[in-house]
């Protein structure tokens, strides 16, 4: 079954430590995403990345660090500087052939400890 | 920056009423989709919206895009609980990104 998965579901942070949050996709797409949304907001774009070995910011970027290494692959780190890293953040995916719909994973929650 | 404005933010209604969500973009766009979320779920894909005035629908689901290519629509009727969620549009802002609206969430009472 092809799909996103996104790991853990939950995570608590401690202040000071970073945290890595998983995304892995076997829908052999190219364009990757991460998103964070605020309780009863919207999606913002925190970084994407449209090919292994590239990836650009976006509206959020400041605290987080990714990589793409691998196509399967897009990891998300938050680091001590995100000073307000509680939210819900979300991993997309999508074929980058013409305007192709992105598909999410579950999302992991994070908090601080 | 591209901006894609939604309204409202939220709304109630009563099993059986009608719910319209709208959306408005500070650009032309090329396209625009729209997603739900479920109450503690990830946004799912519902449909695209290409053609100037376009108009499709999803049983009870109507959507809607303007003339202009700047504004869309998402009419439900006979809203039912399972209809209970977020709906987001959101269109393209160039290399390959999405510019997402805030969405609108939708309370159905029985």
């Known amino acids: 079954d092809g799909g996103i998965t996104q790991s853990p579901k939950y995570l608590f942070r401690k202040e000071g430590q970073n945290v890595t949050l998983s995304c892995e996709q076997n829908?052999?797409?190219?364009?990757m995403y991460w998103y964070r949304q605020d309780p009863g907001q919207g999606l913002r774009l925190i970084y994407y990345s449209q090919i292994v070995n590239d990836f650009q910011k976006g509206d959020i970027a400041e605290g987080y660090s990714v990589s793409r290494e691998k196509k399967e692959s897009f990891p998300l780190t938050v680091t001590s500087a995100q000073k307000n890293p509680t939210a819900f953040y979300l991993c997309?995916?999508?074929?980058?052939?013409?305007?192709?719909?992105?598909?999410f994973g579950d999302g992991t929650r994070l908090s601080i400890l | 920056g591209q901006q894609v404005m939604q309204i409202p933010q939220y709304q109630h209604v009563q099993e059986g009423e009608d719910f319209t969500t709208y959306c408005n973009s500070s650009?032309?766009?090329?396209?625009i989709q729209w997603y739900k979320q479920r109450p503690g779920g990830h946004p799912v894909f519902l449909i695209q919206l290409v053609k100037s005035g376009e108009v499709k629908k999803q049983k009870r689901l109507t959507f809607q895009f303007g003339e202009a290519k700047k504004n869309s629509s998402l009419h439900i009727t006979a809203t039912q609980t399972t209809d209970v969620g977020t709906y987001f549009c959101a269109g393209h802002g160039g290399y390959n990104k999405l510019i997402f609206g805030a969405g609108t969430r939708l309370a159905v009472h029985p």
């Open positions: 650009t032309t766009l090329s396209n």
């Open positions: 829908l052999n797409h190219d364009a």
């Open positions: 997309a995916s999508r074929d980058t052939g013409g305007s192709q719909p992105q598909h």
